[in-house]
């Protein structure tokens, strides 16, 4: 346990003096591609600005100031409210943007690769024939542009590194070697050197820090996209509120039709509001003064009745009959009779 506890702690210091190495040597820390250099250097200067920045948590802030500042292509993915989809787009240095078709958000497999950070391969094809510079080191800048949380034609911007897969590499070199006749080995060198190219550094010390390490930068990275979050996310989603809405309106099953038969007479049925008066409670300061009387004479204010007389095989005898008559409608008058008696 101590091991353990050394080992994170020592990941920590490391984590700490990569941030100030960073902040100190700006792009001249990271050995790489281009773009991540570019990013580095935003970085350090945005760290000198606030040093309590630890990490790299916002990314899509630093995306947002290299596209602005040299004015760089990137994809558009606008999202419309409600049910009415979203579109792609791609937007050039010129400020020109050429909007595809709306997608129903039933198509989210586009989307899910957008929420992962990853470039989707059905997109590579879109991109060729566009012919617009719009990759960085092998990576796509993407503008999530979100109308759904404003009432007005407004949006607001997030900003994406959508950075290649195994399928993206796979799609870009199908790609490639359509035209010409590529033998087997030249396809393999061909994405050895795409990959080569595009993939991080590769660490392959045994020592456990580095999985430390990557862990806890992908715990910084990806706090919030735990399973339980997604899950209650698409619950809430627009295609779960549009498969709950297409139930309702769908014909019910031979077993529920009574249940809906009942359940629309009872939604027919006028509300009557029932008026309680309020309790009032009573004071008894307030109540009347009444004398109790010395003497009451009982047998002129009782009735007597004559004892009746007990029969032997426990028969009814009887004391005194009523009648009781009630109207029901289209005139009939029915009788109901209640015999009072003693066993």
Not at 283 to 312: C, F, Q, W
Request: charged share 25%; glycine share 4%.
């Amino acid at each position: 346990m101590d091991v353990m506890e050394s080992l994170i702690n020592k990941a920590d210091y490391l984590i700490e003096q990569s941030h100030e190495a960073l902040v100190q040597g700006g792009c001249g820390a990271i050995q790489g591609q281009p773009l991540f250099r570019k990013l580095a250097a935003i970085y350090a200067e945005e760290a000198i600005k606030t040093p309590r920045l630890k990490s790299i948590s916002l990314t899509h802030k630093l995306l947002e100031k290299l596209v602005k500042r040299e004015n760089l292509n990137c994809l558009v993915v606008n999202l419309y409210r409600g049910n009415e989809g979203y579109s792609l787009a791609i937007k050039i240095s010129s400020g020109l943007e050429t909007e595809t078709v709306r997608l129903s958000y039933e198509e989210d497999m586009f989307l899910t690769y957008i929420d992962n950070e990853k470039l989707p391969p059905m997109l590579l094809d879109l991109l060729d024939e566009s012919n617009i510079d719009i990759f960085q080191s092998g990576c796509v800048i993407a503008e999530v542009r979100d109308y759904r949380r404003t009432l007005d034609s407004s949006y607001e911007t997030r900003y994406l590194l959508l950075q290649p897969t195994s399928q993206s590499v796979a799609a870009d070199i199908a790609s490639m070697t359509r035209d010409h006749d590529w033998t087997t080995e030249e396809r393999l060198h061909l994405e050895a050197e795409i990959v080569k190219q595009t993939a991080p550094p590769l660490n392959l010390s045994p020592s456990p820090m580095v999985a430390i390490i990557n862990n806890k930068l992908h715990q910084r990275k990806y706090k919030f996209s735990t399973v339980p979050i997604k899950r209650a996310a698409r619950r809430f989603s627009q295609i779960a509120q549009n498969r709950q809405k297409a139930f309702e309106e769908s014909a019910a099953p031979k077993c529920l039709r009574l249940h809906n038969f009942l359940s629309s007479k009872k939604d027919k049925r006028p509300n009557i509001k029932s008026l309680t008066k309020p309790l009032i409670p009573m004071s008894l300061d307030d109540g009347p003064e009444l004398s109790v009387p010395d003497i009451i004479d009982v047998p002129k204010v009782a009735r007597i009745y004559e004892r009746p007389n007990y029969t032997t095989d426990n028969s009814l005898v009887f004391i005194e009959e009523l009648v009781l008559e009630t109207e029901r409608g289209q005139g009939r008058i029915y009788h109901t009779k209640e015999t009072e008696g003693i066993y």
